[in-house]
């Protein structure tokens, strides 16, 4: 059995910061990558940052620079600072186990808007 569970969404103004976190319980050690997707009103999910368990990660282009992926592989937790969010950043962010498979969290809400 695997849990993941989000915190840190919440409503920021533009050009503000969020930190997100993904914490993943249970059977969890025959997995390698993490990953936050985003789904915006309307929108297909999309992949917004993955990192490997040795720290590598990839960026979808409209946040790099913005925003950073990390990991405590001994909290077996996830995070993803972002900084500098726009009103397109808006959307439920989820955090993801493995590559291609089921594992979802339950997605958090990040709203930016003035």
């Known amino acids: 059995q695997v849990e993941l569970v989000e915190s840190g969404g919440g409503l920021v103004q533009p050009g503000g910061s969020l930190r997100l976190s993904c914490a993943a319980s249970g059977n969890i050690s025959r997995f390698n990558a993490m990953a936050w997707y985003r789904q915006a009103p309307g929108n297909e999910r999309e992949l917004v940052a993955v990192i490997s368990s040795e720290g590598t990660t990839n960026y979808a282009d409209s946040v790099k620079g913005r925003f950073t992926i990390s990991r405590d592989n001994a909290k077996n937790t996830m995070y993803l600072q972002m900084n500098n969010l726009k009103p397109e950043d808006t959307a439920v962010y989820y955090c993801?186990?493995?590559?291609?498979?089921?594992?979802w969290g339950q997605g958090t809400q990040v709203i930016v808007s003035s």
């Open positions: 993801r186990l493995g590559i291609g498979t089921r594992y």
